[in-house]
T-cell receptor
Framework: EPEVTQTPSHQVTQMGQEVILRCVPISNHLYFYWYRQILGQKVEFLVS????????KSEIFDDQFSVERPDGSNFTLKIRSTKLEDSAMYFCASSLAGPNTGELFFGEGSRLTVL | QKEVEQNSGPLSVPEGAIASLNCTYSDRGSQSFFWYRQYSGKSPELIMFIYSNGDKEDGRFTAQLNKASQYVSLLIRDSQPSDSATYLC????????????FGQGTTLQVKP
């Protein structure tokens, strides 16, 4: 069964360092998302991406964050200068169908720990 | 602020019973509704989705939607200990980007 894959599964970094989280969405999917979940809290939307551009971003997704689909298969989330409060589980998701239909399928997540 | 509300629980039911999980949402323009299951430390796993008012059944799971009351529920029949997890209600709102807004989740404990 096709699945969304994410790497790394866990990354530990020092505050102020750059981090890149990688995702390979399901191959025929067209809509891509990043969500995060701070321990014990709800899953929060970060950004949606379609047709090689951001379609919506949340207030969390400030100038320190960026996304890219560099080669038609990978979908990356970059955090330029990490803060302690960026420690969370980051989930990539993808969807085949358009924005009003279609289920989101989530990857296993990348746990980011900022020290 | 568009919100999705769930009782955080825990909801405890005996094995074999029906578990009833509830969710309310604030955006009247919401189009589609999803239930995800999340085991501790794992990613959300899609259980069901529902777009129209009424009931939708899939095996032991039934989703119920009432748009007038802005209410979604999930019934789990013949609950098993393996159903013990956090159940996330997610709502696709009126924005045209497909994003989901998640509730806090309800923790379900099924006791053998």
């Amino acid at each position: 069964e096709p699945e969304v894959t994410q790497t790394p599964s866990h990354q530990v970094t020092q505050m102020g360092q750059e981090v890149i989280l990688r995702c390979v969405p399901i191959s025929n999917h067209l809509y891509f998302y990043w969500y995060r979940q701070i321990l014990g809290q709800k899953v929060e939307f970060l950004v949606s991406f379609y047709n090689n551009e951001i379609s919506e971003k949340s207030e969390i997704f400030d100038d320190q964050f960026s996304v890219e689909r560099p080669d038609g298969s990978n979908f990356t989330l970059k955090i330029r200068s990490t803060k302690l409060e960026d420690s969370a589980m980051y989930f990539c998701a993808s969807s085949l169908a358009g924005p009003n239909t279609g289920e989101l399928f989530f990857g296993e997540g990348s746990r980011l720990t900022v020290l | 602020q568009k919100e999705v509300e769930q009782n955080s629980g825990p909801l405890s039911v005996p094995e074999g019973a029906i578990a009833s999980l509830n969710c309310t949402y604030s955006d009247r323009g919401s189009q589609s509704f999803f239930w995800y299951r999340q085991y501790s430390g794992k990613s959300p796993e899609l259980i069901m989705f529902i777009y129209s008012n009424g009931d939708k059944e899939d095996g032991r799971f039934t989703a119920q939607l009432n748009k007038a009351s802005q209410y979604v529920s999930l019934l789990i029949r013949d609950s098993q200990p393996s159903d013990s997890a956090t159940y996330l209600c997610a709502v696709r709102g009126s924005s045209n980007t497909g994003k989901l807004i998640f509730g806090q989740g309800t923790t379900l404990q099924v006791k053998p």
